[in-house]
């Protein structure tokens, strides 16, 4: 079946440190990759996106590249801060009969002062 | 300023009462999706509908929850009767055909159920 697996949180780093939050999928077909970010107390919201093999998404200093040969969409910033605080959910989108979006589980990032 | 609006933003109710959630998609977009949110189950697709119509509800518990669309502004999900087990954050997000073909979601801030 079609799924997304992302690594388990909370995520804790201090300011300026370098983040990597791993996700990895499995498809049929071609899916579109995406990473959502959900505040506390909000709903989730497009981070990133890419939609086909070895485009790169970025936005906010957060990258991340659809790796197909290896099935990953891994999310990294060079220097996290406060403010990053969230949650991050991976996810995708199969372009076939009806557009289906499906989460990974959410990883929590903590980024102390 | 084009959001996706959810009523109400929080609801507590005793088990067995009938509740009712409402959501306004962006004006323009034709696929809403209902997704609900634990702890435990992380983001589970409830309900999605095109153009008004249900495409899958393969993820509702069919025996106590229904989602409709009245018409383009609205969708409602409801549960009748209510269980402790229900209780979540219920999120409505819609999206347009042109942004859909790439997945992008836009979500409603949610809505927050306690079942007593």
């Known amino acids: 079946g079609n799924s997304v697996t992302q690594m388990e949180g909370p995520v804790t780093l201090s300011e300026e440190a370098f983040l990597t939050i791993n996700c990895t999928y499995t498809?049929?077909?071609?899916?579109?990759l995406f990473w959502y970010v959900q505040y506390p107390g909000e709903g989730l919201q497009l981070l990133l996106k890419a939609t086909k093999a070895d485009d790169k998404g970025s936005n906010k200093g957060f990258e991340a590249t659809y790796r197909k040969e290896t099935t990953s969409f891994h999310l990294e910033k060079g220097s996290v801060q406060v403010s990053d605080s969230a949650v991050y959910f991976c996810a995708l989108t199969l372009n076939t009969g009806g557009f289906k979006t499906i989460f990974g589980a959410g990883t929590r990032l903590f980024v102390k002062a | 300023d084009a959001r996706v609006t959810q009523t109400p933003r929080h609801k507590v109710t005793e088990m067995g009462q009938e509740v009712t959630m409402r959501c306004q998609p962006i004006l323009g977009h034709n696929t809403v999706f209902w997704y609900r949110q634990t702890m435990m189950q992380g983001l589970e697709l409830l309900a999605y509908?095109?153009?008004?119509?249900?495409?899958?509800d393969s993820g509702m518990p069919k025996d106590r929850f229904s989602a409709e669309m009245p018409d383009a502004t609205l969708a409602t999900l409801k549960i009748q009767p209510s269980e402790p087990r229900d209780s979540a954050v219920y999120f409505c997000?819609?999206?347009?055909?042109?942004?859909?073909?790439?997945?992008?979601?836009?979500f409603g801030e949610g809505s927050r159920l306690t079942v007593l």
């Open positions: 997000a819609s999206g347009s055909r042109t942004g859909i073909i790439t997945g992008e979601l836009f």
């Open positions: 509908f095109r153009n008004r119509a249900p495409l899958d």
């Open positions: 498809a049929t077909g071609y899916p579109s």
